[in-house]
């Protein structure tokens, strides 16, 4: 009996995939989410242990070995990204001055109120693993280009 509804058969999954640009959008969000919180982000450090790479020092201040805390926190490259952050998101309205950017609020291990706010930490976080990924350095215009990629509103 057809009643004029699709079946699984007849569906084409590539082309409706292909044609979802914020889903795709979204999933990059949820993949990179699920691989910070696992674990599971490849820095230099395991790359070197694995034997793809030579060295374990930070892509870009090559001072520390790159971990994902340092990358994400302490590398002097992106503590400079994150004060740039903090200023876009006070003068947004997004947070308040007053508030210290901790590890765990930027890194989203602690969800604050504001479900906008961790929504731009996020994609923060994976504009700065793009980059990293890709050797160009943070700053805070290509993030806010980036971003609108994911903009809903």
């Known amino acids: ?42 820095t230099n450090r ?18 520390d070995t790159e971990t994902v805390i340092h990358l994400f926190w302490t590398c002097s490259v992106y503590t400079l990204f994150w004060q740039d952050f903090k200023q876009w998101a006070v003068n947004g309205g997004e947070l308040l001055n007053m508030i210290n950017l901790m590890a765990y609020l930027v890194l ?8 906008r706010l961790d929504l731009y930490f996020l994609i923060a976080g994976l504009f700065l693993w793009v980059g990293k990924t890709c050797n160009i350095f ?16």
């Open 1 to 42: 009996m057809d009643c004029g509804v699709e079946t699984q058969a007849n569906i084409d999954w590539d082309t409706v995939y292909r044609s979802c640009f914020l889903c795709r959008k979204v999933s990059k969000l949820f993949v990179f989410q699920f691989k910070l919180v696992h674990g599971r982000l490849v």
């Open 108 to 115: 989203g291990l602690n969800p604050n109120k504001n479900k």
């Open 46 to 63: 395991f790359l070197t242990k694995i034997n793809l790479k030579d060295n374990e020092q930070c892509t870009f201040c090559q001072n």
């Open 138 to 153: 943070p700053k805070i215009r290509k993030f806010l280009s980036f971003s609108l990629t994911f903009d809903q509103d």
